[in-house]
């Protein structure tokens, strides 16, 4: 298997490994945005969180709860950004759903969520709401 977190939960590649159960994994990022950036994996490989089955899912995000508590505490921490890129598009780089959990202090210079966005929505709130309604609705 050449994806490196099918590796890592495979044990074929060390990694700072923090927590573990049936489903998921979650270990220190090897380049970390801060001191105590985790990872939290499911153990199957796919791409995309909306590709997992719905227990992965409800799995993978109780591991993110659990841990981002005592994340926080261990690192003297103020808070937490935490996120997904869902899909090469959102420059994801390892194929394989990963939850990021980075630790964040008052003034530690870096932006919320929204500052990695330009401004730009471009169609109406209504219209997309009703876009979305559709599309879940055929599926
Ligand atoms: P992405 O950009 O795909 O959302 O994040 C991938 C993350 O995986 C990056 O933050 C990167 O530092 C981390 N990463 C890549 N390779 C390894 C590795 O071999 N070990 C660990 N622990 N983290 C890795
Ligand atoms: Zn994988």
């Given at each position: 298997?050449?994806?490196?977190?099918?590796?890592?939960?495979?044990?074929?590649?060390?990694?700072?490994?923090?927590?573990?159960?049936?489903?998921?994994?979650?270990?220190?990022?090897?380049?970390?945005?801060?001191?105590?950036?985790?990872?939290?994996?499911?153990?199957?490989?796919?791409?995309?969180?909306?590709?997992?089955?719905?227990?992965?899912?409800?799995?993978?995000?109780?591991?993110?709860?659990?841990?981002?508590?005592?994340?926080?505490?261990?690192?003297?921490?103020d808070g937490?950004?935490?996120?997904?890129?869902?899909?090469?598009?959102?420059?994801?780089?390892?194929?394989?759903?990963?939850?990021?959990?980075?630790?964040r202090w008052h003034a530690d210079g870096a932006g919320?969520?929204?500052?990695?966005?330009?401004?730009?929505?471009?169609?109406?709130?209504?219209?997309?709401?009703?876009?979305?309604?559709?599309?879940?609705?055929?599926?």
């Open positions: 298997m050449s994806c490196i977190f099918c590796r890592i939960i495979g044990g074929e590649i060390p990694a700072q490994v923090v927590a573990r159960d049936e489903v998921t994994l979650a270990f220190l990022d090897v380049s970390p945005l801060a001191d105590g950036h985790v990872l939290v994996v499911p153990h199957s490989h796919v791409a995309r969180l909306d590709d997992l089955e719905p227990g992965e899912a409800d799995a993978l995000f109780r591991t993110v709860v659990r841990l981002s508590g005592p994340v926080r505490d261990a690192l003297g921490a937490s950004t935490i996120g997904v890129n869902n899909g090469d598009a959102t420059g994801q780089t390892v194929p394989h759903v990963h939850v990021h959990i980075v630790p919320s969520i929204h500052s990695i966005f330009p401004p730009g929505a471009k169609r109406g709130v209504a219209e997309v709401g009703d876009a979305i309604r559709a599309a879940l609705e055929v599926r």
